[in-house]
Nanobody
Framework: QVQLVESGGGLVQPGVSLRLSCAASGFTLDYVAIGWFRQAPGKEREGVSCISSSGYITDYSDSVKGRFTISRDNAKNTVYLQMNSLKPEDTAVYYC?????????????????????WGQGTQVTVSS
């Protein structure tokens, strides 16, 4: 059974860091592109970041560029999202997802319809 489980969310003050993890089971992450998405109440889902299956290509939304870093550890079958200098507007439920539709090893996209399997999400709340 394909399963993605996010963890690492929480309630933090502005300016601090969090690292989200996305652990996969039932399949290997080695050959898939992976994305991180978020959705705040009343807002559309946003593609925050993605990483290609090769790991060489990453992409970020303008809202997080320079603050967030996506990485993958294929040995642990896990993907991470390091989030620094968190802001209140980063408050959302964060989801990871994998794409089998992106077959090029050096490509990733931040559009949700490319992604086949999704985790249940982890809440990140940034508030003073």
């Amino acid at each position: 059974q394909v399963q993605l489980v996010e963890s690492g969310g929480g309630l933090v003050q502005p300016g601090v860091s969090l690292r989200l993890s996305c652990a996969a089971s039932g399949f290997t992450l080695d050959y898939v592109a992976i994305g991180w998405f978020r959705q705040a109440p009343g807002k559309e889902r946003e593609g925050v970041s993605c990483i290609s299956s090769s790991g060489y290509i990453t992409d970020y939304s303008d809202s997080v560029k320079g603050r967030f870093t996506i990485s993958r550890d294929n040995a642990k079958n896990t993907v991470y999202l390091q989030m620094n200098s968190l802001k209140p507007e980063d408050t959302a439920v964060y989801y990871c997802a994998v794409s089998r539709r992106i077959v090029t090893t050096n490509q990733c996209v931040r559009e949700g319809w490319w992604y086949d399997n999704w985790g249940q999400g982890t809440q990140v709340t940034v508030s003073s």
